[in-house]
């Protein structure tokens, strides 16, 4: 994957594409304030981006995140009921967003990606994907085929990624150099605390 350029431009319209209602991050700074003030914020915010990307290095706001449990079904008082969401700076989310931009597009550019994935990634969802399994099971159906199904539950996969096969895996598919250093940086230096400011990591 060749060097992520940065622009002012790109932060402009990121910038000015904030929902200024979102809730802030732990460094404080409301995204309204981010949205109404782009043109002031952008040079500098891409200084900060390229520096970052080039040293592997975030400034240390960026690598706190704030972490509320959402309850999503069941029993209130089983913890595994809930679903941790973790809040983060909202300039970070915007170099994230820049990072993962880049990395779609080159995952795409050479078939990186299984063509059945349907999470993830643009122009799919899980909606697109129930749409094609009940297009299998109808054709299936008529044509008197047999259909087996396998139903796996991943729950929590992503808690259990490992951080260093994880980079492995993206330098294998050629997302090397600064791009890998940053994700290694970040995923090394994260922490993580309560709505309350206590440390969880």
Same mark, same amino acid.
């Given at each position: ?5 940065? +622009? ?5 319209? !990121? #910038?000015?594409?904030?929902?200024? @209602? ?6 404080? =700074?409301?995204?309204?304030? $981010? ?19 080039? +040293?592997?290095? &975030?400034?240390?706001?960026? !690598?706190?995140? &704030?972490?509320?449990? %959402? ?5 209130? @008082?089983?913890?595994?009921? @809930? ?23 080159? /995952? ?5 990606? *299984? ?14 994907? $129930?749409?094609?399994? +009940?297009?299998?099971?109808?054709? &299936?159906?008529?044509? /008197?085929?047999?259909?087996?199904? %396998? ?14 096969? $994880?980079?492995?895996? #993206?330098?294998? *598919? ?10 290694? /940086?970040? $995923?090394?230096? =994260? ?9 969880? #990591?």
């Amino acid at each position: 994957m060749p060097d992520i350029e940065f +622009t002012e431009t790109g932060a402009l319209k !990121l #910038l000015q594409n904030l929902k200024p @209602y979102k809730a802030q991050g732990p460094d404080n =700074i409301h995204p309204r304030i $981010l949205k109404e003030l782009a043109v002031e914020i952008a040079p500098s915010l891409t200084l900060i981006f390229r520096k970052s990307y080039e +040293t592997g290095e &975030n400034p240390t706001d960026w !690598l706190k995140t &704030n972490v509320s449990p %959402i309850f999503k079904n069941g029993q209130k @008082y089983l913890t595994s009921n @809930y679903r941790p969401i973790s809040l983060t700076c909202i300039a970070f989310k915007l170099m994230e967003h820049i990072l993962v931009s880049n990395i779609m597009k080159h /995952a795409q550019s050479h078939n990186i990606l *299984y063509d059945l994935q349907h999470g993830f990634r643009s122009s799919v969802s899980c909606e697109t994907q $129930l749409i094609q399994f +009940t297009h299998d099971l109808v054709t &299936n159906m008529q044509s /008197a085929a047999q259909t087996d199904v %396998i139903v796996m539950d991943f729950s929590k996969a992503f808690d259990k990624v490992s951080h260093a096969k $994880l980079i492995d895996k #993206l330098h294998h *598919y050629g997302i090397q150099g600064k791009a890998n250093s940053w994700v290694k /940086a970040f $995923l090394t230096d =994260i922490s993580q605390s309560n709505n309350r400011g206590r440390d969880l #990591l």
